[in-house]
């Protein structure tokens, strides 16, 4: 009975024994083959459209723990797929950013979204994800073909819509900032009217839809260059939503506006200047898009602005008690 325990005590230690061997092997195999941490980073990548048929790749603040080979960019548009899916090496700048022009020729000039993924070499030949970013092609008119049967043959019929955009800057509401000049560190309103018309046969109710999404930036972030709050480079933006929307035989139109601010007193639709700005022009810009037609989508960007003339502080009153 002695010799069986001493057996059962030699057999549990063996197998304690292979227990920690097989952990600290297990481990040995994670550490060597699990997830290595990303040795390139980019604090800021973008694509910015600056003709009517290309756009360019931006990538600013690379910092590479291994040193950097390259970058190279994947660009595809959304349109049929990934059948135009393109790689192409960066270019370095005299600031250490990469950028590559986009010439959307070879992407057959589709509109609408494109995605582009940036991966980068390390000295030790290891290609990684450095990132992602998107971008929309604005197009303001389209086109599409249908045919019909007139009784007799079958007609073929070309259908073009257009999106037209109207916005508006609102100064606040306060008595004290009312007028042609708006004091900074008040809030103002953006209001985004769109229309979108195609042929007298067409129905708004089937066919189209107005603006449904838009993106606003500002000057005192430098629009889409700003810095954000939490300090990196990106962009601070805003984001509109649908208050009405109207179709009205072959037209369709939407009114956008801010959605409601959590920092305003009264939750208004608003957006507030800093406390100080400069005097003169403000102005406000906006990307708006997913205004549908059978032909895709249509998008445009816009303007408005308003006119800063002193400040807050201006109707601030000392009296005494």
Request: charged fraction near 15%; aromatic fraction near 10%; include cysteine.
């Amino acid at each position: 009975m002695e010799m069986k325990g001493e057996s059962v005590k030699s057999n549990t230690k063996s197998f304690k024994i292979m227990i920690c061997l097989f952990l600290c092997f297990g481990f040995m195999i994670l550490v060597v083959f699990g997830v290595q941490a990303k040795t390139i980073t980019a604090k800021c990548i973008s694509a910015n459209q600056n003709t009517d048929t290309s756009f360019i790749v931006s990538v600013n603040g690379i910092e590479a723990t291994n040193g950097l080979n390259e970058l190279t960019c994947n660009v595809w548009s959304s349109e049929n797929s990934m059948d135009d899916i393109k790689t192409d090496a960066m270019t370095k700048n005299a600031d250490n950013s990469y950028s590559f022009l986009v010439d959307m020729g070879q992407h057959h000039n589709d509109k609408g979204l494109y995605n582009i993924e940036i991966f980068g070499k390390n000295s030790t030949g290891t290609i990684e994800s450095v990132g992602m970013t998107q971008i929309i092609i604005f197009t303001n008119a389209n086109q599409w073909t249908r045919f019909e049967w007139d009784g007799t043959k079958l007609v073929e019929k070309i259908y073009r819509a257009s999106v037209v955009m109207t916005p508006e800057v609102k100064s606040s509401l306060l008595s004290a900032n009312k007028g042609a000049s708006f004091k900074s560190g008040y809030g103002y309103s953006v209001s985004l009217n769109s229309t979108v018309t195609s042929n007298n046969e067409v129905s708004a109710n089937t066919t189209l839809t107005g603006i449904q999404n838009a993106i606003i930036t500002f000057p005192e972030f430098n629009y889409n260059k700003g810095v954000t709050i939490n300090g990196n480079i990106g962009q601070y933006n805003r984001l509109a939503e649908i208050t009405t929307t109207t179709n009205n035989a072959n037209i369709s139109q939407t009114a956008m506006e801010l959605k409601e601010n959590p920092f305003s007193s009264t939750n208004s639709r608003v957006h507030f200047t800093p406390l100080w700005y400069p005097n003169g022009n403000y102005t406000v810009y906006a990307e708006t898009f997913d205004a549908w037609t059978p032909g895709g989508m249509l998008a445009t960007t816009t303007t408005s602005n308003i006119e800063v003339s002193g400040n807050v502080y201006d109707d601030w009153q000392v009296n005494s008690k």
